[in-house]
């Protein structure tokens, strides 16, 4: 008869069908039924927290849940910190370990539940008569609620008898929320403003994306007459790139940024605003009227001066329609912009004065040579600014950060796995520092395994930890700490079979041109170690570094 293992993972298949994952103890019975007895795809990771990331990241760029497991235990607690960012940062998954016996622990066990607790995710016990239905039930939850979730089987419990596999139910997922009678008055209240306006500005944020919104944000801002941008999750979120600003906060581009800053009538879509993105206050005029569009309870910055609690569609689409009643003129202050001087990113020479690469010469150098069909992942730290100010990207879910949302570093090598299994068309590009490359350094030979010649990772190497030389550095705290050894990963990554390459000037650059015109299944995964100088602060960091002084 089917055990509790079989129950599971036919659950899991036949709503999930990519698992990441280490096998250990806990969740070897597992491994064996999904790969046996389901068409699930597994694809192992080298670290705990890899399974979790993997997962992650594939859920932002395909909009499908995953599944991560692990083994009870350290395998478990390795992955907190990648399921602590994805709480943080709202990603349906569940992850599937080994727990203690039902008897009661062992010396070796640790309160799984609390633990999990602790960093906001709720764990679902499997037990031999419910495993199925639990299953679907903690699916069901992490949709629902766009939250990770912990599924638990106890030590004792994967290959005791389970009976015949039940039928499955789907899952029950919430409708959209529909705007209250207070929110249409709020509505219709913004459509007069915007109607209003001279100088409107929509602003847009992953919510909108996740909401399928685009169209209809489109729509509205023809409407309104209104330019457009987004926050750095958002990129790509308006189907016409012709009146967008790209990126806001301290990604965007001055000029860009001056004319936000000049806006009467600012609407944000989807968009939590965060202190990145306002600017830490400095984003908007303070005459600027800024209404709020999204599905938490209340607004999420206290510069709303209204709140519209509602699906980011279904309130843009209203949007659009009472602003096209209301407003008739055919020209707007949106028709008479540069918008690609706008746009322009500030660009040095080559070499910054230490004779090391200027990060934002190579970046933009790199914008211009990358594929064009490609999902960019990004791990944390100081150079996340340069692939967000220099790379065009064509959607929300082909530029994803895991671990922006818990601030944290070492999520990059296994982002690429994720994503590799989400778009399986696409060249998947990292992004990351040499801190967090070395944090994450178990997974490389997982995004080379993974990816192979759709694989390219970008490390800017400017031995250090960036972020703490601008802020503490500058303030004289004593910077050993901060410094790393010069590491050479162009080495590393062809110790793992990738093909490495050192760039300290912009003519090593020729080799990523080449790679990029070879067919994929003849080309390797290519690592290129960027010998960047850390003298050059990203205009994010400076605003941090006022921040915090």
Same mark, same amino acid.
């Given at each position: 008869?089917?055990?509790?293992?079989?129950?599971?993972?036919?659950?899991?298949?036949?709503?999930?069908?990519?698992? $990441?994952?280490?096998?250990?103890?806990? %969740?070897?019975?597992?491994?064996?039924?999904?790969?046996?007895?389901?068409?699930?795809?597994?694809?192992?990771?080298?670290?705990?927290?890899?399974?979790?990331?993997? !997962?992650?990241?594939? $859920?932002?760029?395909?909009?499908?849940?995953?599944?991560?497991?692990?083994?009870?235990?350290?395998?478990?607690? &390795?992955?907190?910190? !990648? =399921?602590?960012?994805?709480?943080?940062?709202?990603?349906?998954?569940?992850?599937?370990?080994?727990?203690?016996?039902?008897?009661?622990?062992?010396?070796?066990?640790?309160?799984?539940?609390?633990?999990?607790?602790?960093?906001?995710?709720?764990?679902?016990?499997?037990?031999?008569?419910?495993?199925? @239905?639990?299953?679907?039930?903690?699916?069901?939850?992490?949709?629902?609620?766009?939250?990770?979730?912990? =599924?638990?089987?106890?030590?004792?419990?994967?290959?005791?008898?389970?009976?015949?596999?039940?039928?499955?139910?789907?899952?029950?997922?919430?409708?959209?929320?529909?705007?209250?009678?207070?929110?249409?008055? @709020?509505?219709?209240?913004?459509?007069?403003?915007?109607?209003?306006?001279?100088?409107?500005?929509?602003?847009?944020?992953?919510?909108?994306?996740?909401?399928?919104?685009?169209?209809?944000?489109?729509?509205?801002?023809?409407?309104?007459?209104?330019?457009?941008?987004?926050?750095?999750?958002?990129?790509?979120?308006?189907?016409?790139?012709?009146?967008?600003?790209?990126?806001?906060?301290?990604?965007?581009?001055?000029?860009?940024?001056?004319?936000?800053?000049?806006?009467?009538?600012?609407?944000?879509?989807?968009?939590?605003?965060?202190?990145?993105?306002?600017?830490?206050?400095?984003?908007?005029?303070?005459?600027?009227?800024?209404?709020?569009?999204?599905?938490?309870?209340?607004?999420?910055?206290?510069?709303?001066?209204?709140?519209?609690?509602?699906?980011?569609?279904?309130?843009?689409?209203?949007?659009?329609?009472?602003?096209?009643?209301?407003?008739?003129?055919?020209?707007?202050?949106?028709?008479?912009?540069?918008?690609?001087?706008?746009?322009?990113?500030?660009?040095?020479?080559?070499?910054?004065?230490?004779?090391?690469?200027?990060?934002?010469?190579?970046?933009?150098?790199?914008?211009?040579?990358?594929?064009?069909?490609?999902?960019?992942?990004?791990?944390?730290?100081?150079?996340?600014?340069?692939? &967000?100010?220099?790379?065009?990207?064509?959607?929300?879910?082909?530029?994803?950060?895991?671990?922006?949302?818990?601030?944290?570093?070492?999520?990059?090598?296994?982002?690429?796995?994720?994503?590799?299994?989400?778009?399986?068309?696409?060249?998947?590009?990292?992004?990351?520092?040499?801190?967090?490359?070395?944090?994450?350094?178990?997974?490389?030979?997982?995004?080379?395994?993974?990816?192979?010649?759709?694989?390219?990772?970008?490390?800017? %190497?400017?031995?250090?930890?960036?972020?703490?030389? %601008?802020?503490?550095? =500058?303030?004289?705290?004593?910077?050993?700490?901060?410094?790393?050894?010069?590491?050479?990963?162009?080495?590393?990554?062809?110790?793992?079979?990738?093909?490495?390459?050192?760039?300290?000037?912009?003519?090593?650059?020729?080799?990523?041109?080449?790679?990029?015109?070879?067919?994929?299944?003849?080309?390797? $995964?290519?690592?290129?170690?960027?010998?960047?100088?850390?003298?050059?602060?990203?205009?994010?960091?400076?605003?941090?570094?006022?921040?915090?002084?």
């Amino acid at each position: 008869m089917p055990t509790v293992s079989a129950h599971v993972a036919a659950a899991l298949a036949r709503h999930i069908d990519q698992v $990441f994952g280490l096998m250990g103890n806990g %969740n070897a019975y597992l491994l064996d039924a999904l790969l046996r007895d389901t068409d699930a795809t597994f694809t192992a990771v080298r670290h705990e927290v890899g399974a979790v990331v993997a !997962a992650d990241a594939h $859920f932002r760029v395909s909009g499908r849940i995953a599944a991560a497991t692990t083994t009870y235990g350290a395998g478990f607690t &390795n992955t907190l910190t !990648a =399921l602590a960012e994805s709480a943080q940062a709202r990603i349906p998954l569940v992850l599937v370990v080994g727990d203690q016996p039902t008897p009661g622990p062992r010396p070796w066990d640790v309160d799984q539940i609390a633990l999990a607790s602790a960093v906001g995710v709720r764990t679902y016990t499997v037990g031999r008569l419910d495993a199925a @239905a639990t299953t679907v039930i903690a699916i069901e939850h992490a949709l629902a609620n766009r939250t990770p979730v912990v =599924l638990a089987l106890p030590y004792d419990t994967p290959t005791l008898d389970a009976g015949p596999l039940p039928e499955l139910p789907e899952p029950r997922l919430p409708q959209p929320v529909a705007p209250s009678a207070d929110a249409r008055a @709020a509505i219709s209240r913004a459509a007069q403003a915007l109607a209003d306006a001279e100088r409107p500005v929509l602003l847009a944020g992953r919510g909108a994306w996740l909401a399928g919104a685009g169209d209809a944000l489109g729509r509205l801002a023809d409407a309104a007459g209104a330019v457009t941008a987004s926050t750095a999750l958002g990129r790509g979120v308006f189907p016409d790139a012709s009146h967008d600003l790209g990126v806001t906060g301290g990604f965007g581009a001055p000029g860009a940024m001056e004319l936000v800053h000049g806006a009467d009538v600012v609407v944000a879509i989807g968009a939590s605003l965060s202190p990145f993105t306002m600017r830490f206050g400095e984003l908007l005029d303070p005459s600027a009227r800024l209404i709020q569009v999204d599905i938490a309870p209340t607004a999420t910055h206290p510069r709303v001066g209204e709140y519209i609690r509602g699906d980011a569609r279904v309130v843009a689409e209203l949007l659009a329609d009472e602003v096209a009643a209301l407003r008739d003129a055919p020209g707007t202050w949106r028709d008479s912009l540069d918008m690609a001087a706008l746009r322009r990113q500030e660009v040095d020479g080559e070499l910054a004065p230490d004779g090391r690469l200027d990060p934002r010469a190579v970046a933009a150098r790199i914008g211009e040579l990358l594929p064009e069909n490609r999902v960019v992942v990004s791990d944390g730290g100081h150079f996340i600014a340069w692939a &967000n100010m220099f790379w065009p990207v064509a959607s929300p879910g082909r530029m994803v950060m895991v671990g922006t949302a818990f601030q944290s570093i070492g999520l990059g090598w296994p982002s690429v796995a994720g994503a590799a299994q989400a778009d399986p068309d696409a060249t998947i590009v990292l992004t990351t520092g040499d801190g967090g490359g070395l944090m994450a350094i178990a997974d490389l030979e997982t995004a080379v395994r993974s990816a192979g010649g759709r694989g390219l990772a970008v490390v800017w %190497n400017d031995a250090a930890y960036g972020a703490e030389v %601008n802020l503490y550095g =500058l303030k004289g705290l004593h910077d050993g700490p901060m410094r790393i050894p010069q590491v050479d990963f162009a080495a590393f990554g062809r110790a793992v079979g990738a093909e490495g390459v050192v760039v300290e000037r912009l003519a090593d650059l020729e080799r990523l041109a080449s790679w990029a015109a070879e067919p994929v299944d003849q080309r390797p $995964f290519l690592v290129l170690d960027l010998r960047i100088s850390g003298d050059v602060i990203a205009p994010y960091q400076h605003e941090v570094i006022r921040v915090n002084s």
